[in-house]
């Protein structure tokens, strides 16, 4: 007979303000996903930057040195960075909505 099997998925409880619980359904809504789905991508994602801002990086002072020397580097611009930060803002007059 084979041995049961192990759990996938596991519950996680917690209370929340009535109006913590309105501001998170009204998120999911507006994604057009379920407070559990929008809680829970949610999570992940800020558990994600925690454990990447924790990260060392390693290298070696010849790799070092040329991380600083690209870093020194004078910026060279990017047309089409130019020419979207030129456009206006939807909250400024002139912003045209492209279609």
């Known amino acids: 007979m084979a041995g049961t ?7 996680i409880a917690m209370r929340l303000p009535a109006a913590d619980v ?3 359904d009204r998120a999911a809504s507006l994604r057009g996903r379920s407070r559990t789905d929008f809680v829970r991508d949610a999570a992940v994602r800020a558990a994600e930057q925690v454990v990447m801002e924790q990260g060392l990086v390693r290298m070696s002072s010849e790799g070092f040195a040329d ?6 580097r004078p910026a ?3 047309p089409e960075m130019v020419k979207l930060a030129q456009r206006p803002a939807p909250c400024e007059p002139g912003y045209v909505a492209k279609r």
């Open 5 to 11: 099997p192990k759990r996938k998925e596991y519950p």
């Open 22 to 24: 309105a501001m998170i």
């Open 67 to 72: 991380f600083m020397e690209v870093l020194s």
């Open 76 to 78: 060279t611009s990017v």
